[in-house]
């Protein structure tokens, strides 16, 4: 129905007759979008908050759900210091460690990048605080994780910025996870009389003749209904993890899936482009590695692998060598996966293998953030995927192990290019085995220098009894049984989009607001580039500046419609 001269992503108001209005339109029903409509409503305005898929929680709903929040109240409770310059610095040299200069205004970022992470750190403390307040969050401090680079010098304050949920009902302090904190602000939502519909998956925006955003059209299985928006329409959608044709076109390497909330398509995208709006960072997003067989079964409830336990465990490339520190962030595992060899053309470790032996099966087993290795066979319980563990191969010897992955890799050609094992694998790994046991027998890795960081050592949960060089480190068993699963680059989600200003306001081309446009989360362009500050540096600014939104945009002053101006002028 959209008007001549339109892109099919916006209608004219003059087209629309609209079903129901609010101040307020809020699409999402992560962290980020009740944040905004939380803290909207709280600031008088009426809300209603509308989710694509049949449940609320997106994303989040999925997540551990940390959330990164500099200089906190927990830390100022205890006279912990955080100065803001020091924590600009932290991120700002990992935001852009090419250019990143403390003598620089900017310390080597964008100006917009600057702006953006300064108006982070400045409101991240008071949104937590409020939301608390209001009964939206229910924050528990997790002093003991670091953050992920706490051995930087920049970082001053490396112990206390993350905070976790409360396990919903739970006891003083139990934390929870995603769901929890979905929960929480479900209840304060419904307390603050927020109108929360499932199923309304929006593909438009209504404008008048000056491009001020109105309203959006939401389709359903009843069918279009169009909703007005008196004050302002604000966007927490979520990235574009499932688009596969926009991820291949946009990420810096191939990415075999991600663990993002299924209805995490890039819907915005189109529609702030054809409001003028200019994108940024689309090449960023939050990485991991996952199981090969989780990403291609795409199934809903996936998830990736952040935390990697075991010891006596590598991961090796198709030539059977090892090409990472196994127990690095995440984010900074993926890139290894992209490496590229010119002469053949080929990504060597485009599908990596993770192997391990019986001891760091029983050790280390469990399900805790997407820990492939699974349940020890003494356990029971679910893990991922509903406690499936069709993706671990078993075999008595090493040789045996290698047929059984290039067995799996054939399975796969259709979706890695016929990616496969290397005439040598077997041979390199036995002298990949052997050099890692000699590191482990010394307790210090000289390849990758595993197990040298505070966030290594959190990550590997707990050091086996005797162990007491080097907690990482233990040598590879000269008999089987062995284990194996195959690891490739994945997403918990993107995080590029429009480009939006310190109140949460889309900006088009020109740097200027778009009137009644607002964006948070990863729906919009992320001001950390590639980095990952920390666990819950997704979160942390995710729910700041929905906060940030949520206030701005019950501040604006209502917009007549088209029919209402044109009855004041007649009168």
Known sequence: ?????????????????????????????????????????????????????????????????????????????????DPKTDALKYMARLTRPASYDPGKPHLGLTEWEYRMTEAFYDNAGLAIEH????????????????????????????????????????????????????????????????DLRTGHRVSQAVVNDQQQVLGVIAHTDAGSVAIRARKAVIFASGGFTHNVELRTQSLPGPVFGGCAAKSNTGDFIPIAQALGAELVNMNGSWLAPMVLDRAIANRPDATCSFSIPGDSMIFVNRFGRRVVNEKAPYQDIVPTFWAWESQKA???????????????????????????????????????????????????????????????????????????????????????????????????DEDFHRGETPIELYFNMGARPGNDKNETLWPISSEGPYYATLLAPATLDTKGGPRTDVSAQVLNRSGAPIDGLYAVGNCAGAMSGGSYWAGGATLGPIITMGYVAGLNAARQKSRPTFAEEAAERSA
């Open 346 to 444: 080929e990504y060597p470790n485009l599908i990596l293998v993770m192997l391990w032996d019986e001891a760091t099966r029983q050790f280390h087993a469990g399900d805790k953030y997407g820990n492939p290795i699974g349940r020890a066979k003494s356990s029971g319980g679910t893990g991922p995927d509903g406690g499936d563990t069709s993706h671990i191969l078993e075999a008595a010897t090493l040789a045996e192990l290698e047929g059984k992955l290039r067995e799996r890799l054939d399975s796969f050609a259709t979706h890695t290019g016929g990616f496969n094992l290397d005439g040598g694998f077997l041979d390199n790994l036995h002298r990949t085995i052997e050099r890692f046991n000699g590191f482990a027998e010394k307790g210090r």
């Open 131 to 194: 939301l608390t307040e209001w009964g939206a969050l229910e924050p528990v401090r997790w002093d003991i994780q670091p953050d992920y680079y706490a051995q930087m010098p920049e970082n001053k304050a490396p112990y206390g910025r993350i905070i976790y949920p409360h396990l919903f009902g739970g006891g003083v302090d139990e934390v929870g996870d995603g769901t929890d904190m979905i929960k929480v602000f479900a209840k304060a939502a419904e307390g603050q009389g927020i």
């Open 1 to 81: 129905m959209s008007l001549s001269g339109f892109a099919t992503e916006l209608i004219h108001e003059s087209a629309v007759r609209f079903d129901d209005e609010a101040d307020i339109v809020v699409v999402g029903s992560g962290a980020g979008a009740f944040s905004a409509a939380i803290t909207a409503s709280r600031h008088g305005a009426s809300v209603i908050q509308l989710e694509k898929a049949a449940h609320i929680g997106g994303t989040t709903k999925k997540a551990a759900a940390a959330y990164w929040v500099p200089n906190n109240h927990f830390m100022r409770g205890d006279g912990r210091k």
